[in-house]
């Protein structure tokens, strides 16, 4: 019990994942790596065999910034279609559905990173604008995620 949900599938595999929404004064928190550093992703990961997503987005949070931050609500939901990069999964077809919630960001927020990818790659945090040049994912916050909405957005990317 309690490893990630990453189930293997055919040649491919499934990954159900949280990532968090952290705004603050207009800018959005990302991380990223050195081994890959053309790209940032949102913080969060990979849910847990017996927990919610709910639960593993504040553990995440949690891990990735060393602060506690409680959900203001679910955003959007991602079906996701792409090919692995990491040492664990390249090449192979994933299949990844993922819960991207808005957190309430603590006034006195200060992030601190202390968190690794699957590979071992010490990730840093990075502050950026939704327009920031820099790719990063998923893509569709770039357009999204400041809007003020009611209710889940739902999006679809296939990259295969």
């Known amino acids: 019990m309690n490893s990630d ?3 293997p599938c055919d040649q491919g595999l499934i990954n159900l994942r949280v990532g968090a929404i952290i705004l603050k004064d207009g800018k959005l928190l990302m991380a990223g790596n050195r081994k890959r550093p053309e790209y940032l992703y949102s913080v969060g990961g990979r849910i847990k065999f ?3 997503a709910m639960e593993a987005v504040k553990r995440e949070v949690y891990e990735e910034t060393g602060c506690l931050m409680e959900i203001d609500r679910l955003g959007f939901i991602h079906e996701n279609y792409f090919y692995g990069d990491a040492a664990t999964n390249m090449g192979k077809l994933i299949y990844e559905i993922s819960f991207y919630f808005y957190m309430k960001v603590p006034r006195d927020f200060t992030p601190v990173s ?3 990818t699957e590979d071992g790659q010490e990730e840093q945090l990075r502050w950026i604008t939704p327009d920031d040049p820099i790719r990063y994912y998923p ?3 770039r357009t999204e995620v400041l809007k003020q909405q009611n209710g889940v957005r739902h999006f679809v990317t296939d990259e295969r």
């Open 5 to 7: 949900i990453c189930v």
């Open 114 to 116: 202390n968190s690794f």
């Open 139 to 141: 893509e569709f916050f």
């Open 50 to 52: 017996g927990e919610t």
